[in-house]
């Protein structure tokens, strides 16, 4: 999969998960890497144009889906998703040389990845403080820049950051669950990916009004023309009070088929409002046929209803 992005600004700095996972597409890791302190600084530089694209995490497999990168992408900016890779998130407690377990007092990171192993932190290290930093690579840069003799201070991190920031990894593999996994987004300014017959679409769908049935009516038109949802999640609209929801959906399917451009058509003309965030390549396993089917029979309803119109009179 090419791209042309000469520029690319991700969550940093270097060593965060989200350019471990950044590095893991050959042709963006040949582009110019930009690190930024927050996901809303990576937004901003890609909606200024002073990166082509940008970088971020969207999902986890425990956590679920990471609020402030999905409002952002909602309420506050006009970006397109171009691809989405999923990475395995293997968290480690990394320190200085010579630090035990035992000598932890102090555990720095974000707070996505303290949720991840909350379990493990009480159990393992129940009087130890935590303390929130920007990405857990910032927080193995702090650690790394210590005196010598504080040996109180840990940071939940990739173990790729261990050599990077001068500490070893005391301990591997943290986290609550097993299978921790996070999906990340490429978002630029403007562009659909070509299809590639495995693809989704991110869109937003706001209501006319909070009513019995909305959301029912929603999910039909996906399950009227058999197109599988693989997110289903609300959001405050920010705009109301109390029950004023938005509906964020990723469905299998590019706009650039005609069932899923049926889907938003119908929705666009039905529902309060459409927000259109993205069809491009999706990560993993090739999606199962149905919707293949479904394509061809719905070309098949399409072509019996031109025929039809061929003999209306004049």
């Known amino acids: 999969m090419a791209t042309t992005h000469k520029r690319i600004g991700f969550f ?3 060593g965060t998960f989200t350019e471990q996972a950044l590095q893991t597409q050959a042709d963006l890791a040949q582009a110019e890497l930009v690190p930024f302190r927050s996901v809303p600084d990576v937004l901003d530089a890609v909606a200024n144009g002073d990166v082509d694209a940008g970088f971020v995490p969207i999902e986890n497999s425990i956590e679920g889906t990471v609020n402030f990168t999905q409002d952002a ?3 506050d900016y006009e970006l397109l ?11 480690c407690l990394l320190a200085r040389k010579g630090t035990t377990l035992t000598d932890v007092t102090l555990v720095h990171s974000i707070p996505v990845a303290t949720a991840q192993c909350s379990g493990w932190l009480r159990t393992t290290l129940p009087n130890a403080d935590v303390q929130v930093a920007n990405s857990t690579a910032d927080a193995a840069r702090t650690v790394g820049r210590i005196g ?3 040996t109180g201070m840990a940071a939940l991190a990739p173990a790729n950051a261990a050599a990077m920031y ?3 990894v005391i301990a591997r593999d943290i986290a609550d669950h097993a299978g921790n996994q996070t999906r990340f987004v490429l978002v ?4 659909i990916p070509t299809p590639t017959g495995h693809d989704k679409t991110g869109i937003v769908v706001f209501q006319r009004a909070d009513e019995p049935g909305s959301l029912i009516s929603i999910l039909q038109e996906f399950a009227a023309r058999r197109i ?7 959001r405050p609209t920010k705009a109301g009070g109390l029950g004023d929801y938005c509906f964020i959906i990723y469905a299998d399917g590019h706009v650039g088929d005609e069932l899923m451009a049926d889907v938003l058509r119908d929705l666009h003309t039905k529902q309060g409002g459409v927000k259109f965030l993205g069809s491009y390549p999706a990560a993993g396993e090739q999606a199962h046929s149905a919707r293949e089917h479904a394509d061809s029979r719905w070309k098949d309803a399409d072509d019996w209803v031109s025929h039809l119109r061929t003999k209306i009179r004049d």
């Not at 998703?81 to 968290?91: K, P, S």
């Not at 599988?228 to 609300?234: A, G, I, P, Y």
Request: cysteine-free; hydrophobic content about 45%.
């Open 188 to 191: 630029a300014r403007d562009g």
């Open 148 to 150: 010598a003799e504080e």
């Open 166 to 168: 001068g500490l070893e």
């Open 12 to 14: 940093g700095p270097f």
């Open 228 to 234: 599988n949802l693989s997110l289903l999640s609300s």
């Open 73 to 75: 992408l909602i309420f």
């Open 81 to 91: 998703i171009q691809r989405e890779v999923v990475l395995d998130i293997e968290h």
